[in-house]
């Protein structure tokens, strides 16, 4: 027997496939949402965050559907906004790697900038003000080099990298369609949320990939960046349930997602080892601090890690998410780094029976 959903909301995610769009998209089936995503066209197969969904029995119900676009491509955004009408968007889709923005400035912009313009367009063209919502996942990289301790809706933006500046014109085109065509709009200012589902190119899943794999003997080394840098580290469960709450108000209002507790890089590679019984000693300073753990260097300062500007300090004030609407994160740090540790090692552990089973053979 097939299973009744609630069709009375309908929701499109941009950037499915990633780590928030996927956390978002069971979020909202659970609620009871028929949920459409859209996915890149792709030569290789990257739907692994959302194959349980996908490939569940809410996919028989079709709950969950997936189309084919682009936000570089309005023709695909206007036939499927056209198509599935629906009553929020949330526009989770991006090229979200700093440092890949000062390689690829021009593909960021398009992207991150044009591509929330053109789903902010799309809405209006198709006269969809007043029935859709929509939400864009702004970023704290907006504060850049900042100079106040902790940032809030209120400090000004200063970025300082091509992907913040491509965050910046979406924040603000955002802010503009709201005011001039009175279209429920938002923005989420999320300070850095992890998870499992992170990808492997950022910093924390690096380092909880590399530790595991480490710690069981599949890798020798792990090569960082500044370690000094300090981020505000929340969990992405946390930050998507804000991102919902937004859009279920009466009023569209942007607010700042964080812990508003801040650690640095090398806190994180600590609190890593110390749930894996790794001692770290660490010697040397600056370009040259290395991580030395049973007489072995086993963390390495590597200068090809460093961008053309680095933000160093940032730290969210989320006190009006909080008074307004009564979130607060239910993840702390240590739990975070836990849950991170203790998946990258099954998958080390199942790497290394693999590796096993091979050279028996």
């Given amino acids: 027997m097939k299973k009744k959903f609630n069709k009375s909301k309908v929701a499109l995610i941009t950037g499915v496939t990633g780590q928030d769009g996927s956390y978002l998209a069971q979020f909202l089936l659970d609620k009871g949402y028929k949920v459409h995503g859209i996915k890149r066209r792709s030569s290789s197969i990257n739907t692994d965050r959302i194959d349980s969904i996908y490939q569940g029995p809410e996919r028989i119900d079709r709950r969950f559907i997936l189309h084919y676009g682009d936000l570089t491509d309005s023709s695909s955004l206007n036939k499927i906004i056209g198509n599935v009408k629906p009553n929020e968007i949330y526009n989770l889709g991006a090229q979200s790697h700093v440092g890949v923005s000062f390689e690829m400035p021009l593909y960021t912009s398009d992207v991150n900038a044009l591509g929330a313009l053109r789903i902010l367009d799309s809405i209006k063209s198709l006269n969809l003000t007043k029935k859709t919502k929509f939400y864009q996942a702004s970023s704290s990289e907006l504060y850049g080099k900042t100079n106040s301790l902790m940032q809030s809706e209120k400090t000004p933006f200063h970025p300082f990298s091509p992907y913040a500046v491509s965050k910046l014109f979406a924040h603000w085109i955002t802010i503009n369609y709201r005011e001039a065509y009175d279209l429920f709009a938002v923005n989420g200012i999320l ?5 499992p589902q992170r990808g492997e190119t950022f910093v924390t899943r690096k380092i909880t990939m590399a530790l595991t794999k480490i710690y069981l003997g599949l890798q020798n080394i792990l090569l960082i960046g500044n370690l000094d840098s300090k981020r505000d580290w929340g969990h992405a469960k946390d930050y998507i349930e804000m991102q919902w709450l937004m859009l279920q108000q009466k009023k569209p209002i942007d607010y700042v997602i964080a812990t508003g507790i801040q650690r640095s890089v090398r806190d994180f590679i600590n609190e890593s080892a110390n749930l894996l019984g790794m ?83």
């Avoid at 961008?307 to 740090?333: E, H």
């Fill in 191 to 195: 300070f850095n949320h992890e998870s």
């Fill in 279 to 361: 001692n770290i000693k660490w010697v040397g300073k600056g370009i040259n601090e290395k991580g030395i753990y049973k007489g072995k260097t086993i963390i390495k300062v590597d200068k090809r890690y460093y961008r053309p500007s680095d933000v160093i300090y940032l730290r969210g004030n989320s006190a009006k998410a909080r008074n307004s609407l009564g979130w607060f994160p239910k993840y702390n740090f240590k739990q975070l780094v836990k849950e991170m540790i203790d998946s990258d090692m099954k998958k080390a552990q199942l790497e290394m029976t693999l590796k096993r089973n091979y050279e028996k053979n």
